[in-house]
Structures are given as C-alpha cells and as structure tokens.
C-alpha cells in the first residue's frame, strides 16, 4: 500500500512540518498532485496536534518512572544520595526532592531535565514540575523543548483499586518553538484485563512559531497500554488509543475527527514517533472528508492520506519547524 513513486517535497501553507508527497496511489502516469491547501493545514493540524498531546502522556510517564527509580535508588544508599538525587526533604508538612536524569535511558526526555516532586505529607498529592530549562533542550527524540510541564497527581497507584487522576498544565512551554498551551486531564486506572487505562480530555492550543497561525485542539481520548502494562518500564508497552476531537487548523478552518480504528503506539527503539497502524476520519467544514490511515503495523512514518476520494502517501518529518532548505 505504501510504495513510493516519484518523490516530490512539498512545504505546508504555514510552513511549519517538512512533509515528503508521493503521486496519487491510484494515478499510473507521472503527474504529481498536492492535497489542496485547506486540506493540507487541516491533516498537518490534526497529526502536529494529536502528536505533541499524545506525547505529553508519554513525558508524563516517563517522568514519574525515573524519578521513582531515582528515589529508590537513594533509599538503598547511606546518606540517600546519588549522583541523580540533587536535593530531598520534608518542608512544612511536605516531602520535596529534586532529581536530574543524567546516564538514564529516555526516549522523550533529556539529560538537562530537571524534575522536582513536593509530595503532600499523607503522599496522596504529588505536584511534580519537569523543568527542560529556558533555552531549548534537544531530546533523543529529534525535538527541542524548552519551559515547564506542571504535572498535578492524586492518588499513588493504579493498584489500589481507586486509579488516581493527573492534571498537566503548561509553563513557557514550546516543542520546536511552537508554544503549548491549555491543560491535559487524565484519569488513569486498571481495567478488568490489568491493562493501564488513561481516559484522557485535551484542551489546548499550539501557537506556531514565526507567526504560523494558531491550532485549537479539543479532544476525548482512551488510551490503553494493551501490553507491557505490568512492567515498571515503557520500553515494552504497546498503546491503543481510541476516541474523538475538534478544533480549527492554522489556517482557522474549523475540523471534527474520529479515530475509527485504534491508532497503535510501541515502543521499539525508533519505533515511538508516529503510530504505526490505524485509521482517522475527519470532517473538514463545509465538505471536505478526509482520511488518515496510519498502515498496516510496520514501523514507519508514512501515513496514507484520502481527500474527497483522492490518495496520497505522505512521508512525516520528525520535528515541528519551519523548513530551511526548501
């Protein structure tokens, strides 16, 4: 489904994500075609969109497992220090630590990451800021972060029966020096399978940079780690998401989507960027029908793209940034 036939590159209307444009698959001469240019702002939206909120869970994650293993870590050592543990105490009626993650294996956080927890002193409330510092920080992901992800937890485990809920807020927070704005509320649970269970509500914006325009982004989303849910770590989860969103694209046309089948994250080395399966419905107003469709499983960051019954397949850059080299 997915060859490749005569490589054009083709930049977006707000010139943010470098996409790679093959002909239509069902075209047999050698006539490039480009989605017009409504459609193009409304699939680059929703895919920038749906990555940059679905991998703040991702950060999210990943923040509270090192710094657990770094706790730990330090419990085990005289004087409760090592060379992650930067600072810990208890501080009128809350428990505070401070760590970093240099010599940690990260897939969307960095070295210079700092991340303080202040624990409510019965540990049920953790407020945990991830601090990527105020120039940008280049991630193992290929993406440049910069500013603060305040991160508000109540409850412990998801084992204790109750599930616990998570806020994430954003400070000066920009991914390729676009800004993140808004809020991200999740509550987490297990289900009767023992699998990690997030139903998540977005409702954000992304503020482009270089004055690129602005994408509005509200979303209902369950996200289900439907393997690797009883290990400690992410390396080996394998993630359904399913669920529905609505916003307006940069270019301010208003689009509704539904995930009719499950986008599938895993998390192989290199493999964590872009979905590897599943399918997208959107509805651009007034008439235009697009679809998304994200293969068959392979590892890759091509996704088939339909427009009104027209087809093309699109090769996904990693970062979200104006393209120099056009």
């Known amino acids: 489904m997915k060859s490749k036939k005569n490589l054009v590159k083709l930049v977006s209307a707000f010139a943010i994500f470098t996409l790679i444009v093959f002909t239509a698959c069902e075209k047999t001469d050698d006539t490039n075609i480009d989605l017009n240019d409504d459609a193009e702002s409304t699939v680059l939206s929703q895919t920038i969109a749906t990555e940059i909120f679905d991998e703040i869970s991702e950060i999210m994650d990943e923040a509270i497992q090192n710094s657990e293993d770094v706790a730990t870590e330090a419990d085990l050592k005289d004087g409760s220090t090592t060379q992650n543990m930067m600072g810990r105490g208890y501080h009128h009626g809350h428990y505070r630590d401070t760590i970093n993650l240099i010599g940690k294996r990260l897939y969307r956080l960095s070295e210079c990451v700092t991340i303080t927890r202040d624990f409510s002193e019965d540990m049920d409330t953790l407020i945990m800021v991830v601090d990527f510092g105020d120039e940008n920080c280049l991630g193992p992901d290929g993406r440049e972060r910069r500013g603060k992800i305040i991160i508000t937890?109540?409850?412990?485990?998801?084992?204790?029966?109750?599930?616990?809920?998570?806020?994430?807020?954003?400070?000066?927070?920009?991914?390729?020096?676009n800004q993140?704005?808004?809020?991200?509320?999740?509550?987490?649970?297990?289900?009767?399978?023992?699998?990690?269970?997030?139903?998540?509500?977005?409702?954000?914006?992304?503020?482009?940079?270089d004055d690129a325009g602005t994408i509005t982004w509200q979303a209902q989303r369950t996200r289900t780690v439907v393997e690797g849910s009883m290990t400690r770590i992410k390396f080996d989860d394998v993630i359904h998401i399913t669920g529905s969103s609505s916003g307006s694209d940069a270019e301010g046309n208003t689009f509704t989507s539904e995930i009719v089948e499950p986008l599938v994250r895993i998390y192989e080395e290199d493999c964590h960027r872009h979905p590897v399966s599943g399918i997208v419905e959107i509805f651009k107003s007034p008439d235009t029908y697009i679809t998304i469709n994200y293969?068959?499983?392979?590892?890759?960051?091509?996704?088939?793209?339909?427009?009104?019954?027209e087809t093309e397949i699109i090769e996904l850059q990693g970062e979200y940034r104006r393209n120099n080299n056009k």
């Open 180 to 209: 993140i704005t808004g809020t991200k509320v999740v509550n987490a649970y297990l289900n009767e399978s023992q699998q990690r269970v997030h139903e998540i509500t977005d409702n954000g914006q992304i503020i482009l940079a």
């Open 153 to 177: 937890r109540i409850g412990q485990f998801y084992w204790d029966g109750d599930g616990i809920s998570v806020t994430t807020t954003f400070e000066d927070y920009y991914v390729d020096n």
């Open 295 to 309: 293969g068959d499983g392979t590892c890759d960051n091509l996704i088939e793209v339909t427009t009104n019954g």
